[in-house]
Nanobody, 127 residues
Framework: QVQLVESGGGSVQSGGSLRLSCAAS????????MAWFRQAPGRERQLVVGIDSAGIPSYADSVKGRFTISQDKAKNTVYLQMNHLKPEDTATYYC?????????????????????WGQGTQVAVSS
C-alpha cells in the first residue's frame, strides 16, 4: 500500500560513512512507524532503528552513537546516517513502514508486524 524505495548503499572501509535514503509514495498512514532493518547472509532480519510519526527514534544497542535516523516529511523520506562503520554492519538494509496504533510503541513491533517493505540496498564494510 505504501511503496518504499531505498538508496545510498555501497562499499566502504571500516570507519567510513554512508547515508541511506528511503522514499515513500502512495498512501501513507496518518500515524506511522518507519524502520530500518538489516539482514546478513545466514542471519535473521534485525531491527536497526525505528522512528514514529512524532519523530521519536529507537536504536538497537549495536548502532547507538554511530547511526542516526531522521525524516523529511515534506519529501516523505527517511534517512539513516551511518558513521564509524564496522565489518559487522555488512548486510542488506531494508526500509519498512506500518501504521502506529494508539497505546503502542514502534519498538514493540517485530519484523512480521511491518506491512510495507522496500527492495533493500546493500552495504559492505571491509577491514
Amino acid at each position: 500500500q505504501v511503496q518504499l524505495v531505498e538508496s545510498g548503499g555501497g562499499s566502504v572501509q571500516s570507519g567510513g560513512s554512508l547515508r541511506l535514503s528511503c522514499a515513500a509514495s502512495g498512501y501513507m498512514y496518518s500515524r506511522y512507524c518507519m524502520a530500518w532493518f538489516r539482514q546478513a547472509p545466514g542471519r535473521e532480519r534485525q531491527l536497526v532503528v525505528g522512528i514514529d510519526s512524532a519523530g521519536i527514534p529507537s536504536y538497537a544497542d549495536s548502532v547507538k552513537g554511530r547511526f542516526t535516523i531522521s525524516q523529511d516529511k515534506a519529501k516523505n523520506t527517511v534517512y539513516l546516517q551511518m558513521n564509524h562503520l564496522k565489518p559487522e554492519d555488512t548486510a542488506t538494509y531494508y526500509c519498512a513502514a506500518r501504521d502506529w496504533v494508539d497505546g503502542t510503541y514502534c519498538e514493540d513491533y517485530s519484523v512480521n508486524d511491518y506491512k510495507d517493505w522496500g527492495q533493500g540496498t546493500q552495504v559492505a564494510v571491509s577491514s
